[in-house]
């Protein structure tokens, strides 16, 4: 491919750029342009474009840069279920895990992605099928067991067999 600038030269640097088109009136949404540019390297300094400086590496250096980089994802996808034997690698490629079992081998990695993805690690939303009464009946009853866990390991049995008592009232209705 030739230089669009000049037409003689091979073109070796390729420019892509979005232009956003303001819109002329109230009801108008703004619209997006893309253009490419082709040029060669004596266009493209002379046609003041934007770029990182290019650092210029010796073989060596690419070679360690290369090393580490392979072993590091051998370290990563050297982690596999035991049960359906997926490796990160493979989870990463398909985007699903292979079984329930993954959950707990890549809890680490699966946790930073949850992270990313929701801003979050727990869920906070509402819970298909049950209405705000029933969420915060369920919600009561996981925080009483709770309690009653601790009221039991505490030795707080008179506190206990009330919060028994009102767990068993709460669970049958």
């Known amino acids: 491919m030739l230089c669009q600038s000049c037409g003689e030269n091979p073109a070796t640097v390729h420019?892509?750029?979005i232009v956003q088109k303001k819109p002329e009136g109230p009801?108008?949404?703004?619209?997006?342009?893309?253009?490419?540019?082709?040029l060669c390297e004596t266009c493209s300094q002379s046609a003041n474009l934007p770029h990182a400086?290019?650092?210029?590496?010796?073989?060596?250096?690419?070679?360690?840069?290369?090393q580490a980089s392979a072993s590091r994802g051998q370290k990563e996808s050297g982690v596999a279920c035991p049960d359906c034997g997926m490796t990160l690698m493979e989870f990463r490629q398909r985007g699903r895990l292979g079984c329930p079992r993954d959950y707990e081998v890549f809890t680490a990695q699966l946790h930073d992605l949850l992270e990313r993805?929701?801003?979050?690690?727990?869920?906070?939303?509402?819970v298909p099928g049950l209405d705000e009464a029933a969420l915060a009946q369920r919600n009561r009853i996981n925080e009483l067991q709770q309690q009653l866990t601790d009221a039991i390991r505490e030795e707080a049995y008179e506190?206990?067999?009330r919060l028994r008592d009102e767990l068993k009232s709460l669970q049958q209705g």
Do not use: C, F, Y
């Open 15 to 17: 420019v892509t750029e």
């Open 27 to 38: 009801d108008q949404a703004e619209v997006s342009k893309v253009v490419e540019r082709h």
């Open 53 to 66: 400086p290019v650092i210029k590496k010796s073989v060596a250096e690419i070679w360690k840069l290369l």
């Open 117 to 126: 993805i929701h801003g979050a690690t727990r869920h906070t939303g509402r």
């Open 159 to 161: 506190h206990a067999a």
